[in-house]
Nanobody
Framework: QVQLVESGGGLEQFGGSLRLSCAAS????????MGWYRQAPGKQRELVAI???????KYAESVKGRFTISRDNAKNTVYLQMNSLKPEDTAVYFC??????????????WGQGTQVTVSS
């Protein structure tokens, strides 16, 4: 089994910054893509940013230039630095990891979510 534990959410003012972290632990041989998604009330979960094991990144248009995703492969941890926060960034943020197990099975795992609230 694999656990993803997120931290770093909270309440921030418009224009402020927050940094999210997500650490994966358990039966992990390696991790392919790691990403952050978010879900606002009444809306579908959407991709925020994704990073491959080699460091290639992809961002939603709405966060380009403001958010930066990074990872520490040695720690099986992914980060999301969020700058210039806007009220529309308010959502529950979930991390996701595509884990390769020792038996070569590839499974997708989700964190429990962390609330980010941006006040205007």
């Amino acid at each position: 089994q694999v656990q993803l534990v997120e931290s770093g959410g909270g309440l921030e003012q418009f224009g402020g910054s927050l940094r999210l972290s997500c650490a994966a632990s358990g039966s992990i041989f390696s991790i392919n893509d790691m990403g952050w998604y978010r879900q606002a009330p009444g809306k579908q979960r959407e991709l925020v940013a994704i990073i491959t094991s080699g460091g290639t990144t992809k961002y939603a248009e709405s966060v380009k230039g403001r958010f930066t995703i990074s990872r520490d492969n040695a720690k099986n941890t992914v980060y999301l630095q969020m700058n210039s926060l806007k009220p529309e960034d308010t959502a529950v943020y979930f991390c996701n990891a595509l884990v390769v197990h020792y038996n070569n099975r590839r499974l997708s795992y989700w964190g429990q979510g962390t609330q980010v609230t941006v006040s205007s």
